[in-house]
């Protein structure tokens, strides 16, 4: 049996299309493989000491580790807030001549107050032959025994706009 020769030709022509095709699906697949590979081993660490999902394992554990120590942070900063507020912050003096005849304001009242208006009222009242020192203690920025008006002056400058509940 003998063939056309123009369908030779036709077959022959085809096969050399398809294996052309072929030839080049090849190449095509040969290079996005070699890509993956590339992309596979920069996954791996290539030639580090680890890969980028062991690296962000350990990234995530330090992330974890640094939460963990900011919320006791927090906690702890919250108990220096609670220690200060009843610390001495307010601290005020005032200066005065207690007598008509004494010069150079040798008398003096300090406040010293924590947060809470609790604390004292230091004063000493000079005069030419004696000295008296008083300390009054004041509690919530008020006083059992009575005040002097400088007493009440140097208790409301030591909160003069630090007190957080605007008394």
Known sequence: ???????????????????????????????????????????????????????????????????????????????????LADAIRHVAVVRYDAFGDMGGRLSFSAAMLDDAGDGLVLSSINGRSETRTYAKGVKGGQCEAQLSPEEEQVIGWAFRGNRKDGK
Request: glycine content about 10%; proline content about 2%.
């Open 1 to 83: 049996m003998s063939l056309d020769p123009s369908v030779t030709s036709i077959v022959a022509v085809s096969a050399a299309v398809v294996g052309t095709l072929g030839l080049i699906l090849g190449v095509v697949a040969q290079v996005r493989l070699g890509r993956l590979r590339h992309a596979y081993s920069v996954l791996q660490g290539g030639d580090g000491p680890e890969s980028i999902v062991e690296s962000a394992v350990r990234t995530t554990k330090e992330v974890e580790a640094l939460r963990s120590d900011v919320a006791g942070v927090v906690a702890g900063l919250e108990d220096v807030r609670v220690d």
